[in-house]
């Protein structure tokens, strides 16, 4: 599976321990995460993850893109939730793309631990019929 990873300043910590508790099951599937992030959970884990931009210079836009070809079967995105920070349009086109194109999308670590479970139970095994790239990465297993 083809998983996005975006995590927002005050979250970014939050993303590393929850990669670290599930590095067993991240470390099966290809991983994309804007570049600050990605350098926090590379760091943690050791988890091989492809860096984008990051979000602020072009990374949400660069999952947004790839959501948008079907390129991203999952999208966890820890966002900001401090009443005081306005929600930005990048956030908020990144869910629109996944209720668009049918992305099972995580905002908070409650759900993306959901996901991540039925993940390895098989349960989003539906999307390799929807993206083709995911029936080809999920043959090396």
Request: glycine share 4%.
């Amino acid at each position: 599976m083809e998983i996005a990873i975006v995590a927002h300043d005050k979250k970014k910590e939050l993303m590393a321990e929850f990669c670290t508790a599930y590095c067993g099951i991240l470390c099966k599937h290809n991983l994309y995460a804007t570049s600050i992030t990605a350098k926090y959970i590379s760091e943690a884990t050791g988890l091989h993850i492809e860096r984008l931009l990051t979000g602020d210079h072009g990374g949400e836009e660069q999952i947004a893109q790839r959501i948008a070809y079907n390129e991203i079967d999952l999208l966890i995105d820890f966002r900001n939730t401090d009443p005081s920070v306005l929600i930005n349009e990048r956030s908020n086109e990144l869910l629109r793309l996944c209720d668009m194109y049918n992305i099972p999308v995580a905002t908070n670590i409650g759900t993306a631990e959901a996901l991540i479970i039925a993940l390895d139970r098989g349960d989003l095994d539906w999307r390799s019929f929807v993206n083709p790239r995911t029936a080809h990465s999920s043959s090396k297993f």
